[in-house]
């Protein structure tokens, strides 16, 4: 976008908002405007039907993650979260499997959200998600 369009959206009451790297709630690479009274989103992304299954999460050795499964408009889609994620953000003591379980199962709803987020990116391909994904410090507590 030049300055000069810039300027004109400005000018007619638009803002223009780019798209950060994550938890942004909208796709890379995707421009939106933003206005007081501007109606949501109805493309496909944003209507795309994401639903975590009350499974209960698996650990898998092969690459120390707690697996957990989505539903993205009817289809399963696998997820899961690193245990070095769980221990760094969630409490979840090292080398302790029913601990990283435990921390999973706490932070479910939080876990299930960055989710959320990165499947709507990812246009609903499978997610892996690392302790570089959420904020700094633990939420446990």
């Not at 810039?6 to 709630?25: C, I, N, P």
């Not at 409490?91 to 932070?107: H, K, P, V």
């Not at 959200?113 to 990165?118: F, G, K, S, T, Y």
């Amino acid at each position: 976008m030049t300055t000069r369009d810039a300027k004109q959206q400005a000018v007619a009451g638009w803002t223009v908002v780019r798209t950060r790297e994550y938890h942004s709630r909208v796709l890379r690479d995707r421009r939106m405007r933003a206005g007081p009274d501007l109606p949501p989103d109805t493309s496909d992304e944003a209507t795309m039907e994401i639903r975590f299954p009350a499974d209960a999460p698996a650990y898998r050795d092969s690459n120390l993650t707690v697996v957990f499964p989505a539903l993205v408009d009817g289809e399963p889609v696998p997820c899961a979260i690193s245990v070095e994620a769980l221990e760094d953000h969630f409490g979840a003591y090292s080398e302790n499997l029913e601990g990283w379980l435990r921390a999973f199962d706490a932070g479910r709803e939080r876990i299930e959200a960055v989710a959320r987020e990165h499947l709507q990116i990812s246009n609903g391909t499978p997610v892996l998600l690392k302790s570089g994904h959420f904020p700094p410090g633990n939420a446990a507590g």
